[in-house]
């Protein structure tokens, strides 16, 4: 009898490349791979443990699995493992641990007769595969695990065992994987890891160098959308890479830069290893060249021995450089990090500095959407809203556009009717589920050009 299995994933886009792993894994042995977990023999969780919120979450959710299905085998995957594994074994004793660099090995778990798997280190040997009846058009890859930063909030360099060192999977192997998801249908590929900015350290060679390779290796109409990218990271390499995201209309115009905070003397509390100064400079190269792009950003509010100079430096610096999208949070203390030491800003101090970034962050976000109303955008359509009363149209620099009625995968043009802080809203044009055959035309702004 064939073993069924279903994997329930938190956290991180690594986090759902991970979850991809061990599913082709245990498919390439034969097991089958199914969503409705009352169907399966074994359940893994793959967690997440950067916030308070997300592990109360998970660990409600193990509680939840432990009663109702007594019987079944979970297995429990992810940061939470190494930062919590006492508390996940209260909660679902019979559970079966295995840490975040096991992904890899998830045969030997599921197989085994050992309640806990400690993997010290990654084989960096197995790439998700690509399904099409389970990905849709979206590919996520990871490229590398490991970061070279040592943050004083930070409870993933826990979780995923360590800081200050990078590993990363071939440049080969990553084009061998692209290449066979765009031939069986893929539309975006999605290029994740830690800390991308550093990817290829350990190998001599870096992220533009894969990216240039795998554009010019890889035909196919398909959009790359590049992960988040540290700031002294990507300071090294961001010349060459804004030359290449400008000059090939399949990578997206997104950049993903994480400040976290405003405030240099903040930035020193949370060991950030750059300036300020040094985020500006990146923003502003990237505006200069591709006035256009979709700039996105990280902050975090109420962290320890934060004062209220150090707030508004960082609801400043987001209103000066027009930043369109800020990943707003409130200091969550983890455990085993330095910052869970310091002196805390108390939570109503938190609640008035969020609500108060949210509505400048909100209204500067409006302030760059609205300046796309009456153009005409090309991009993918990428996923039907939560709400599911509209197609979301991710455009060349990877705008959420609401359409109406599309197909998902099809490239299409957009005309931008209206905009929201969270989004813009269109009338579609044209499309390839028209049956409009295309051509790409650069030396318009708008980058795809539909002609019949």
């Not at 990654?122 to 943050?151: D, F, K, S, W």
């Not at 409870?155 to 990078?166: C, S, W």
């Not at 090294?236 to 993903?256: A, S, T």
């Not at 269109?426 to 499309?431: N, S, T, V």
Request: with cysteine; hydrophobic share 40%.
């Amino acid at each position: 009898m064939v073993s069924r299995f279903s994997v329930i994933t938190f956290g991180c886009w690594l986090n759902k490349a991970d979850s991809d792993i061990m599913i082709s894994r245990l498919k390439a042995l034969g097991w089958e791979y199914v969503e409705d977990i009352d169907l399966a023999d074994v359940i893994i969780v793959n967690t997440c443990a950067v916030r308070e919120e997300a592990e109360r979450n998970e660990l409600k959710l193990l509680g939840k699995l432990g009663k109702e299905y007594p019987n079944k085998k979970v297995v429990v995957a992810g940061c939470l493992t190494r930062v919590r594994p006492a508390t996940i074994k209260d909660v679902v004793p019979n559970a079966i641990l295995v840490t975040s660099h096991g992904v890899e090995s998830i045969d030997r778990v599921v197989n085994g007769d050992l309640d806990m798997y400690v993997f010290d280190d990654r084989p960096m040997t197995y790439l998700p595969t690509y399904y099409p009846e389970l990905h849709g058009h979206r590919y996520v890859v990871p490229i590398q695990v490991g970061c070279l930063g040592n943050c004083s909030f930070c409870v993933t360099k826990i979780g995923r065992m360590g800081f200050g060192r990078v590993r990363s999977y071939g440049k080969d192997d990553i084009i061998r994987a692209v290449r066979d998801a765009v031939s069986r249908g893929a539309r975006e590929i999605y290029l994740t890891g830690q800390e991308i900015s550093a990817y290829g350290r350990d190998r001599g060679y870096d992220l533009v160098d894969l990216l240039e390779e795998l554009l010019r290796s890889v035909d196919g109409r398909y959009m790359v959308r590049l992960g988040m990218m540290e700031p002294l990271e990507l300071s090294k390499i961001i010349d060459r890479l804004i030359d290449v995201v400008k000059g090939d209309w399949r990578v997206y115009r997104f950049f993903h830069i994480p400040v976290q905070s405003g405030s240099d003397r903040v930035l020193m509390l949370m060991r950030r290893k750059y300036s300020v100064e040094l985020f500006r400079d990146i923003v502003r190269k990237i505006r200069t060249t591709i006035p256009d792009a979709t700039i996105a950003t990280d902050i975090i509010v109420g962290f320890p021995g934060e004062t209220d100079e150090d707030f508004w430096a960082s609801v400043k610096l987001i209103e000066e450089l027009g930043i369109d999208k800020v990943n707003l949070a409130r200091y969550s203390r983890r455990p085993f990090t330095e910052a869970a030491y310091m002196e805390q800003v108390p939570e109503q101090v938190k609640k008035e500095r969020s609500k108060i970034a949210t509505e400048v962050f909100s209204r500067v976000a409006f302030e760059r959407n609205r300046l796309f109303i009456g153009r005409e955008l090309w991009g993918i359509v990428s996923e039907i809203d939560f709400k599911g009363e509209n197609y979301v149209v991710r455009s060349y620099n990877y705008k959420p556009i609401a359409v109406r009625k599309a197909y998902i995968g099809a490239f299409v043009k957009v005309r931008i009717t209206d905009a929201t802080p969270q989004r813009l809203f269109g009338e579609l044009l044209e499309g390839e589920e028209l049956g409009v055959r295309y051509r790409v035309d650069f030396r318009l702004s708008e980058g795809l050009d539909l002609v019949s």
